[in-house]
């Protein structure tokens, strides 16, 4: 069972809270199923050109396995480590990124809507993606993935609380 993170001052150096371990699997998972239709294509490829005679067995799909091997190990991890969050009593950080790093900070008086959004991956792995809509174009939406699933219906709740004591 997930915690709800204790609402602390924002603080834009401060630890920010890890997402869900389970959702570095998630990303694992899916960079996986990423991968196996170029591996798919390297060995059609090279069942080709065997027939003509052309190149050595696996000198197509050796090096597409080995640099799948190396993403499916290494980008997730980075990517899981480069996401965080903290929440206050009146907004919501959020940190993401690797090459592009960006630090999001959205006041809950902006927010218009919120979703718990849950694909079939993150189904299988009991996490969720919490959502925050607000007015404006720039970054309307800013979401949060990797969270428990009851630690998102619960920052939705407690963020929905605080907008209806703010427009009270």
Same mark, same amino acid.
């Given at each position: 069972?997930? %915690? @709800?993170?204790?609402? %602390? ?18 990303? &694992? ?21 065997? =027939?003509?005679?052309?190149?050595? /067995? ?9 640099? #799948?091997? #190396?993403?499916?190990? !290494?980008?997730? $991890? /980075?990517?899981?480590?480069? &996401? =965080?969050? $903290?929440? /206050?009593?009146?907004?919501?950080? *959020? *940190? !993401?990124?690797?090459?592009?790093? /960006?630090?999001?900070? *959205?006041?809950?008086? &902006?927010? %218009?809507?919120?979703? *718990?959004? $849950? ?16 007015? =404006? ?17 619960? @920052? ?11 427009? @009270?």
């Amino acid at each position: 069972m997930d %915690q @709800m993170p204790v609402p %602390q001052p924002l603080d834009d150096d401060g630890a920010l809270t890890k997402l869900h371990p389970n959702y570095a699997h998630a990303l &694992r998972l899916r960079t996986v199923l990423t991968a196996i239709p170029f591996l798919a294509g390297s060995l059609i490829l090279e069942s080709a050109f065997r =027939g003509e005679g052309l190149f050595p /067995s696996g000198i197509i799909a050796g090096p597409v396995l080995v640099i #799948a091997l #190396a993403l499916v190990i !290494r980008i997730p $991890q /980075s990517r899981y480590n480069a &996401r =965080g969050f $903290q929440i /206050s009593a009146d907004r919501l950080r *959020v *940190v !993401r990124g690797l090459l592009f790093r /960006s630090d999001t900070v *959205v006041p809950f008086g &902006r927010v %218009q809507h919120i979703d *718990v959004h $849950q694909g079939p991956l993150e189904r299988f792995f009991g996490i969720a993606t919490l959502t925050l809509h607000t007015a =404006g174009n720039h970054n309307a939406g800013v979401a949060l993935p990797g969270l428990g699933e009851e630690l998102a219906r619960e @920052m939705r709740e407690e963020i929905r609380a605080h907008i209806r004591r703010e427009t @009270m």
